[in-house]
């Protein structure tokens, strides 16, 4: 029996080949599941970067000038999940998409630059929603 270690090489590699075919990452995904009885969690960088942090801080400086700080609020959180996700890049130096695995939780580092990894995250997505 495989181990989930080289199960997780086996999805690092997948990932990494743009001329890989994303049904074998959810292949391997579903096998890993089903085996190990992991739990998915999805760090998306793609989203959660310097763009969204920007434009969350405009919007929450508006909101503050209107004086809706419900809004505020929001934009306030949205701010430091934001920072949050960029000091985890900034310090452990992730710059490509990549899988981990740590206490019975597979982790998917998100990216979004190839159409692999896209398909990937569109999968564990609906996984972690079952």
Do not use: W
Not at 14 to 35: A, F, R, Y
Not at 97 to 125: C, H, R, V
Request: aromatic share 10%; proline share 1%; with cysteine.
């Amino acid at each position: 029996m495989e181990s989930i270690e080289n199960a997780i090489l086996k999805l690092n590699e997948l990932i990494t080949d743009n001329n890989s075919n994303p049904v074998e990452i959810i292949h391997n995904l579903l096998c890993i599941k089903q085996k190990y009885e992991v739990r998915f969690k999805i760090l998306d960088f793609a989203f959660y970067d310097e763009l969204l942090l920007d434009k969350s801080r405009t919007e929450r400086i508006k909101a503050i000038k209107v004086q809706n700080f419900e809004k505020a609020a929001a934009q306030r959180d949205l701010e430091a999940k934001c920072q949050k996700y960029i000091d985890i890049k900034r310090k452990y130096n992730i710059n490509k998409s990549m899988f981990m695995y740590q206490d019975n939780i597979l982790l998917f580092l998100y990216f979004g630059i190839s159409n692999t990894e896209k398909k990937a995250k569109e999968y564990l997505d609906a996984l972690i929603k079952i």
